[in-house]
C-alpha cells in the first residue's frame, strides 16, 4: 500500500523494526484511519455545479467504453497490484477501480459526453474533448488530495509524528490550489468558443489495440536532454508545479495516445520540441516509460500480467516514489530524481503499446 511504504520513509530504524513487527496490527491502524480520512474529507456540494450532493457518482477516470476493451470477463488489472503484493488475485471488476466521487450524477453523465464518445477518435480531438479530459484529471487529482490532507494529519495524530507529516500536509495543500486552479480553467475551457485553450502536442492513431488504458495528469521532473522541467523539491510556495496531460486509448479496432497542456504552458517547449523529433516507436516507448515511472494509475489488460508480475526491472520501475529521494537533507535530491525519472532509460522495461503487445481479439 502506497500509503504505508510513505509513511515507513519517515520512520527511524526503531520505529522500522518494530513496524516489520507488528505489520498487521499497523496495517490494521491504517485502514482506519484511510477510512476516517475519507469520511472527513467528503464535501457537501458537486465539485463541477455547486449544488448540494448526499450521494457522489463513482466516477471513472478512464471511460468504462475504454476498460471494456482492455476486460477479459469484465475483469481487468489495475496498477495497485503492482505496488500492493501479493497481487496474482487482485484483477478489479469495471465498477471499483480507479474512481472518485466528487461529483454529481447529472454532472458524471453530461459534462465529459464530447469526450467519452467513442465516435469521436477518428479524427484529432477537439479543444473542448481536451478541455472535459483536463477538468476530470484535475478533479481526480483535487479529490485525491483532500484525502490525503485529511490522512496526513489522522497519522500525524495517531502515531506521534506531527511534524514530519504537517510538511507532508503543507505539500499536498499547495498541490490541492493548483489542482484546483487547473480546474476552474479547464471548466471555463468546456464552454468556451474558442479552440485554443489546449495545446494538443502529440496525437497518434495506432492500427490495433494496446493492452494498457491510461488518463491522467504528470508533471515531469526531467526532459530528454537531462533538463529540469519541475523542480519538484522546490521550497518556495510561490513555484507551481507543472503537469502535462496523457491519454492512452485502447478503442475496438485501434488506439489514440495522446499528449497535451495548457496553452502557453512553456515550461515544456523543449521538451515537446526534443519529443517531436524521435521516431514513432521512441515515442511510444517514452510515453510508455512515463507512464510506468511517474503513476500508480494505469489499468492493463489480462494478456500481459504475466509479463508484467514477472519483469523485476518492470516492478522496480513501476515502484518509484519521488519521496524515496527526500529523506538524506545533504543530497541532491533533484539530481537523484532526475537520474531516477531518467527517460533515456525507457529501454529497460517492456513497451506495451508496441504492435506486439497488442490484445487479441475475441
Ligand atoms: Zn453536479
Known amino acids: 500500500m502506497e500509503d504505508v511504504s510513505l509513511l515507513k520513509l519517515g520512520l527511524t530504524e526503531e520505529e522500522k523494526k518494530n513496524y516489520d513487527k507488528k505489520k498487521i496490527e499497523f496495517n490494521k491502524r491504517v485502514g482506519n484511519l484511510q477510512k476516517v480520512s475519507r469520511a472527513e474529507a467528503k464535501n457537501a456540494q458537486c465539485f463541477i455545479c455547486g449544488k448540494e450532493c448526499s450521494s457522489f457518482c463513482n466516477s471513472h477516470s478512464v471511460p468504462q467504453f475504454l476498460l471494456e476493451n482492455i476486460s477479459v470477463a469484465g475483469k481487468f488489472y489495475h496498477s495497485g497490484n503492482l505496488v500492493d503484493m501479493p ?20 454532472c458524471d453523465s453530461s459534462v465529459f459526453s464530447d469526450y467519452e464518445n467513442p465516435e469521436a477518435y477518428y479524427q484529432k480531438p477537439t479543444d473542448k474533448m481536451l ?6 484529471n484535475n478533479l481526480k487529482s483535487i479529490s485525491k488530495r483532500q484525502f490525503e490532507i485529511n490522512l496526513y494529519k489522522n497519522m500525524g495524530k495517531e502515531f506521534g509524528n506531527p511534524d514530519m507529516m504537517s510538511g507532508m500536509e503543507s505539500i499536498s495543500s499547495t498541490d490541492l490550489k493548483e489542482y484546483i486552479d487547473e ?19 502529440y496525437f497518434e492513431s ?6 494498457i488504458a491510461f488518463q491522467n495528469n504528470i508533471a515531469l521532473v526531467s526532459d530528454l536532454e537531462g533538463g529540469t522541467i519541475n523542480d519538484i523539491y522546490n521550497p518556495s510556495s510561490d513555484y507551481v ?3 502535462i496531460h496523457l491519454c492512452v486509448f485502447p478503442l475496438k479496432n485501434h488506439s489514440v495516445v495522446m499528449m497535451f497542456c495548457k496553452n ?20 511510444l516507448k517514452v510515453i510508455n516509460y512515463i507512464i510506468f ?12 500480467d504475466q509479463e508484467i508480475l514477472g519483469n523485476e526491472n518492470l516492478k522496480d520501475v513501476a515502484k518509484t516514489t519521488p519521496l524515496s529521494f527526500a529523506t538524506n537533507p545533504d543530497a541532491d535530491s533533484l539530481a537523484a530524481a532526475k537520474d ?18 497488442q490484445v487479441e481479439q475475441s
Open 87 to 106: 497481487m496474482v488475485d487482485k484483477d478489479k471488476g469495471l465498477n471499483e477501480a480507479g474512481t472518485f466521487k466528487i461529483i454529481c450524477r447529472d
Open 131 to 136: 478541455a472535459q479530459i483536463a477538468m476530470k
Open 183 to 201: 480546474f476552474k480553467y479547464a471548466k471555463k475551457a468546456c464552454n468556451s468558443k474558442w479552440e485554443d485553450n489546449y495545446y494538443l502536442s
Open 206 to 211: 495506432l492500427p490495433y489495440v494496446v493492452p
Open 241 to 243: 508545479i507543472k503537469s
Open 264 to 283: 502557453g504552458e512553456n515550461r515544456y517547449s523543449k521538451f515537446f520540441k526534443q519529443f517531436r523529433k524521435l521516431s514513432t516507436e521512441e515515442k
Open 293 to 304: 515511472i511517474y503513476s500508480e494509475d494505469y489499468y492493463f489488460y489480462k494478456g500481459i
Open 340 to 357: 531516477t525519472y531518467d527517460l533515456n532509460k525507457r529501454d529497460s522495461i517492456p513497451n506495451f503499446l508496441s504492435e506486439t503487445y
